[in-house]
């Protein structure tokens, strides 16, 4: 606390430990200007002890700012000033804050295993390179799938086909000039973007290329390993100059090199259309299975760590179909959102997920996903509130999982809508964290009430210390903001010894509990309630 004239009136000790002082340096009375070159000859003071007085706190206004130091530490300071005069400041390290958040800055950006680019990386620079594809440049799209990575995976264990994917992406970039890219997409897929293409022949070259490479022996762990990689490519402008039409006609070329029996390299043709057929078919079935009401939903158990006792479901969208049996969300989601038909789907799992938790014990939540489709309808306000009071639900049990994608359009649009349903009681959780863009920047913006961690840094547990320090940052984080952190997928006991010790709130995953049929649901909490004082996780 400094007075009018710029003299210490008190500090703690914490302050001069923070800036290296000795305590007895730092005395009342002595002036703003001394105090800062008392830490500048200490070697934690950057810049101009008169500049930064003159500039930061000669006109009396609040300020807030970081400051690093020397040593690499950051410190948040903020001064407010006082009536009569003078300020009182704070000084926060904030060090290990932003380290989390730079981890978790490039988990957003890039692949754990690989380093590579993730997809959502990779579109955006895309993006970017077909705008110079308008100006007269062309490039080339490239989708690789490594031919008989599953056999090696299956063999050898996760452990060698993770060296294997390390080793496979080494080679890949060693395959491309500096104008090129290469990003992994998940599993054995990645994707290669080849600029200042002059032609179909350029492309072929690189294909070949990058063939050859990764044909190549392995030697992992004491294992001769021999693979080969499927290549398609589609060309710009020739294929068009979309980003997911280009991916979409190359990875419809992928499909055609595999088809040739593997190791090849094929182009997109505009007869490849049996893909589409095939999507032509499931769009016809889903909105037939609307009509006659084919989805069912299951309900996954969530666990706190801290008691063990059950604290709600996630509600889970499955289809019946007549011929095909249950479907899992994976395969029809996508596209019930790409036709619009995830809107009155949407709208029914609400209806029947609050009408079934109202008949569960008081304790127990529930937790709904919401797709963007859903948001950018902008009906979500009235179907949250139609389903609540249809059920008799309260509004404090539901829970709307949302993923960055919901973020990504209308913002504050969308950031309203939030606000509108965390106004009636809701609360409100980020699906998926660490698989998008720039889930910080809307921990900022909006109050989440949960993160969950998605299950592929789970399942990468063991495999090496990335996800561990991935996870790590998310529940530092998750702690410091107040918001409480869900593990997704925790499939064994070590993966939930591990996820206990980092201190996540919950965890779900087959481990604790599969999704369970509605009907199956009444057993299942009598069990629970009937071994609830002596239930606890294992």
């Known amino acids: 606390m400094f007075d009018a004239d710029q003299r210490l009136i008190i500090s703690n000790q ?3 430990e923070m800036y290296g002082l000795s305590p007895q340096s730092v ?3 002595m002036t703003l200007l001394e105090l800062l ?5 200490a070697g934690t003071f950057q810049g101009s002890p008169d500049q930064n007085v003159a500039t930061f706190y000669s006109k009396g206004n609040a300020v ?3 400051s690093d130091l020397p040593d690499g530490r950051a410190i948040s300071i903020a001064a407010e000033p ?3 005069g003078g300020w009182v ?3 926060e390290d904030i060090t290990e804050r932003k380290t989390a958040e730079a981890k978790i800055e490039y988990m957003a950006h890039h692949d754990a295993l690989t380093g590579l680019p993730n997809r959502t990386a990779f579109k955006n620079h895309m993006k970017q390179a077909l705008s110079r594809v308008k100006r007269g440049q062309q490039l080339a799209v490239h989708c690789l799938d490594l031919d008989r990575f599953k056999f090696v995976n299956d063999m050898l264990g996760h452990a060698v086909g993770d060296a294997l994917l390390q080793d496979v992406s080494r080679r890949l970039a060693n395959c491309l000039r500096d104008v090129d890219s290469v990003a992994r997409l998940g599993g054995d897929e990645f994707v290669v973007l080849q600029e200042n293409v002059c032609g179909p022949e350029d492309a072929a070259t690189l294909a070949e290329r990058i063939i050859n490479a990764i044909s190549q022996s392995y030697n992992l762990d004491g294992n001769q390993i021999n693979i080969g990689v499927s290549i398609g490519t589609a060309l710009a402008p020739h294929n068009g100059l979309d980003t997911d039409q280009l991916m979409r006609s190359a990875d419809m070329a992928l499909y055609r090199a595999k088809e040739a029996g593997r190791g090849v390299h094929r182009f997109f043709e505009p007869e490849m259309d049996r893909e589409m057929q095939a999507r032509r078919s499931l769009e016809s079935d889903l909105r037939e299975a609307v009509a006659l009401q084919q989805f069912e939903l299951f309900y996954q158990p969530i666990v706190s760590v801290e008691t063990g006792q059950l604290s709600g479901f996630e509600a889970l969208l499955r289809w019946r ?3 095909r049996g249950l479907v899992a969300p994976a395969e029809f989601i996508t596209v019930c959102e790409e036709i619009g038909l995830i809107v009155p789907i949407g709208t029914w799992v609400l209806k029947e997920a609050c009408k079934m938790a109202a008949t569960w014990p008081e304790d127990t939540k529930l937790s709904v996903n919401i797709s ?5 309808k902008g009906t979500v306000i009235l179907d949250v509130m139609s389903a609540l009071a249809a059920s008799g639900l309260s509004a404090r049990r539901l829970e709307i999982e949302i993923t960055e994608t919901v973020l990504l359009q209308d913002t504050d649009e969308t950031i309203a809508t939030l606000n509108q349903l965390k106004g009636l009681g809701v609360r409100i959780a980020m699906d998926d964290f660490g698989t998008g863009y720039s889930s910080l920047g809307y921990l900022r913006r909006f109050p989440f009430d949960r993160i969950k961690i998605d299950q592929s840094f789970v399942r990468d547990l063991n495999d090496g210390p990335n996800s561990m320090a991935i996870i790590r940052a998310v529940t530092g984080l998750g702690s410091s903001l107040g918001i409480s952190t869900t593990a997704e997928g925790v499939e064994t006991a070590e993966q939930l010894r591990q996820i206990r010790a980092e201190g996540c709130t919950e965890v779900q995953g087959y481990f604790l509990s599969k999704p369970i049929p509605a009907q199956d649901l009444h057993r299942y909490l009598m069990s629970t309630q009937s071994n609830k004082s002596n239930r606890r996780v294992a």
């Open 372 to 376: 963007p489709t859903q948001f950018r």
């Open 64 to 66: 807030a700012h970081v």
């Open 14 to 16: 914490r302050y001069a």
């Open 89 to 91: 400041a704070t000084h």
């Open 37 to 41: 070159r008392l830490r500048a000859a």
């Open 82 to 84: 006082m009536n009569g």
């Open 321 to 323: 179909h007549p011929k």
């Open 27 to 29: 005395q009342p009375g």
